[in-house]
């Protein structure tokens, strides 16, 4: 990876995640009783398990409302939950202050029109590899995984080692008390 965006990397504390096409395939499945449905990997709950545990932080900024979504950030442990956005910018901005963050301490995956203005500002900015093209062109990585297949995990893992945490990463998950993610 170039210089420049290991030192970009090296600055994120926060990773902040689109749902549908980033954490999940993208496909909203309806049963005839109106439950939804939506396929999570859990290689990306690992991921997110053990980023968590090295100390960055996650929130999800979804442009859909789905009880799903709130279900997945409760298992995993996301506190920080914005759904039903028409602007994403505007949650983006309401948590940075909030938590006194820096845009250069945030990275957002998003793979679709709405996520443009987030991934700009943010400060490093990455798209799963069936992004739209509009997003793959702007962003600092674009993962070799699609969305719901494993992108988050495999970002996380490019994150955690280019702070110097894989090692360490891979100790406490082998060595940690067992819990279901």
């Known amino acids: 990876m170039k210089v420049l965006l290991k030192n970009k990397l090296k600055k994120i504390k926060y990773i902040f995640l689109d749902v549908d096409g980033v954490l999940t395939d993208g496909k909203i499945i309806v049963g ?3 439950t939804e449905y939506k396929n999570f990997d859990v290689k990306d709950g690992v991921g997110i398990y053990i980023a968590q545990n090295m100390g960055i932080n996650f929130a999800i900024l979804s442009g859909r409302y789905s009880k799903v ?6 298992e995993l442990k996301i506190d920080i939950v914005y759904q039903d956005l028409k602007k994403k910018i505007d949650a983006y ?13 945030i990275c957002f995956i998003g793979d679709d029109l709405i996520d443009i203005p987030v991934m700009k500002k943010c400060g490093f900015s990455v798209a799963p590899k069936d992004a739209c093209d509009e997003i793959k062109q702007i962003a600092d990585y674009v993962c070799k995984k699609k969305g719901g297949e494993g992108c988050v995990r495999e970002f996380i893992d490019i994150l955690l080692k280019a ?3 894989w090692q360490k990463s891979i100790s406490w998950y082998i060595n940690r008390e067992n819990k279901n993610i």
């Open 32 to 34: 005839s009783n109106d």
């Open 69 to 74: 979504i709130e279900l997945r950030a409760r």
């Open 93 to 105: 901005e309401e948590i940075k202050n909030k938590f006194a963050i820096k845009d250069e301490e």
């Open 163 to 165: 702070k110097g945490l």
